[in-house]
């Protein structure tokens, strides 16, 4: 795999040292289908030519951010927000589904969310990224592990979402999840190389527009943007598409494979990344970016990760081609 500089969700299953005795594979769900038409509260965008990728000396070459590039898609429809624990929540009890995290038992939580009960329970670390905890029992819908929940929080985005339950859910309400040239379009808002969804100014007039992390990280967050971790999924302003919080709050499954070098020669017309790899693509930073480490709430900035990895700070959102 190429290499790269760990960002605030490098987390992943395959880095977590653990021996795991099942094999995730078909979740047993039912396959009934949301009920509403695909494109209900979703924001049509008519695609066509725009400037992908950075050569901001802020960027990270290795994750291959640049070159520029003329990138040109078709028209589709994206959703506003990142899908929340509501919306999730509906999705598993229409269907019965179970997440990878609930079958391996344990995901990836933040070592300051971690309650004293839990974290007394901890036995691994991630090395390279020791303030993701392995916690037994955290999912979706016990985001902290055992005697947490979501009550408070059904407005936040869905975590603790793997690439193969975030593509469950689409499959579920008509839709799929966005190419990473789709997400790039969208969550620029119609800017041409603007380093963030607004502009060029992280804070403009000092007001904050993003859920990212303040303070020394990983151990002092001052939380000054008003979130320590996740956000609602409408918290600040959209970009100029109407988009909400394509920066920060949570990373977003892509359906591309990544790559570090793929789209350097690659198509330019409605770019799907590699045919094959071993880790998808992610976009939008998190909660936890923060510009003296993983400054990648950036709009062209790129993570990754194994489709069956989970964390605290990934989910997604989704789009729709009447084509399909």
């Known amino acids: 795999m190429e290499n790269m500089k760990p960002s605030c969700c490098a987390a992943g299953r395959g880095s977590s040292n653990v021996q795991l005795e099942m094999k995730v594979s078909d979740s047993g769900h039912k396959q009934e289908r949301r009920n509403a038409?695909?494109?209900?509260?979703?924001?049509?965008?008519?695609?066509?030519?725009?400037?992908m990728g950075t050569d901001d000396q802020e960027g990270f070459p290795d994750d291959g951010e640049g070159p520029v590039r003329a990138v040109t898609i078709d028209p589709f429809y994206i959703d506003p927000c990142a899908v929340s624990n509501a919306d999730f929540k509906q999705f598993v009890d229409a269907t019965g589904y179970v997440t990878e995290a609930?079958?391996?038992?344990?995901?990836?939580?933040?070592?300051?969310?971690?309650?004293?009960?839990?974290?007394?329970?901890?036995?691994?670390?991630?090395?390279?990224?020791?303030w993701w905890w392995n916690v037994e029992g955290a999912s979706w819908k016990h985001p902290e592990g055992p005697g947490t929940g979501i009550e408070e929080r059904m407005d936040h985005p869905v975590v603790h979402?793997?690439?193969?339950?975030?593509?469950?859910?689409?499959?579920?309400?008509?839709?799929?999840?966005p190419t990473e040239a789709e997400w790039e379009?969208?969550?620029?808002?119609?800017?041409?190389?603007?380093?963030?969804?607004?502009?060029?100014?992280?804070?403009?007039?000092?007001?904050?527009?993003?859920n990212i992390w303040q303070g020394k990280f990983p151990d002092k967050n001052n939380a000054?943007?008003?979130?320590?971790?996740?956000?609602?999924?409408?918290?600040?302003?959209?970009?100029?598409?109407?988009?909400?919080?394509?920066?920060?709050?949570?990373?977003?499954?892509?359906?591309?494979?990544?790559?570090?070098?793929?789209?350097?020669?690659?198509p330019?017309?409605?770019?799907?990344?590699?045919p094959e790899g071993q880790a998808r693509v992610?976009?939008?930073?998190?909660?936890?970016?923060?510009?003296?480490?993983?400054?990648?709430?950036?709009?062209?900035?790129?993570?990754?990760n194994t489709p069956d990895s989970s964390t605290g700070n990934i989910g997604f959102r989704c789009v729709y081609s009447k084509k399909e």
């Open 37 to 51: 038409a695909p494109e209900e509260g979703m924001i049509f965008l008519p695609g066509g030519e725009f400037l």
């Open 102 to 130: 609930e079958k391996y038992g344990w995901s990836f939580v933040f070592h300051l969310f971690v309650p004293p009960d839990n974290a007394a329970k901890v036995t691994q670390v991630v090395q390279q990224t020791p």
């Open 161 to 177: 979402v793997s690439w193969n339950d975030a593509a469950a859910y689409c499959a579920w309400a008509g839709k799929r999840l």
């Open 185 to 210: 379009y969208a969550a620029r808002g119609g800017l041409v190389q603007k380093r963030y969804p607004w502009g060029d100014l992280l804070k403009p007039d000092g007001e904050h527009r993003c």
């Open 224 to 266: 000054s943007d008003g979130y320590a971790g996740t956000a609602p999924v409408r918290a600040f302003p959209p970009n100029e598409f109407g988009l909400y919080n394509v920066s920060g709050n949570v990373w977003e499954w892509c359906s591309d494979w990544f790559s570090a070098t793929y789209h350097v020669h690659g």
């Open 268 to 274: 330019r017309v409605n770019p799907q990344g590699p």
């Open 282 to 304: 992610l976009r939008g930073g998190s909660y936890l970016c923060h510009k003296s480490y993983c400054n990648r709430y950036r709009v062209a900035a790129r993570s990754r």
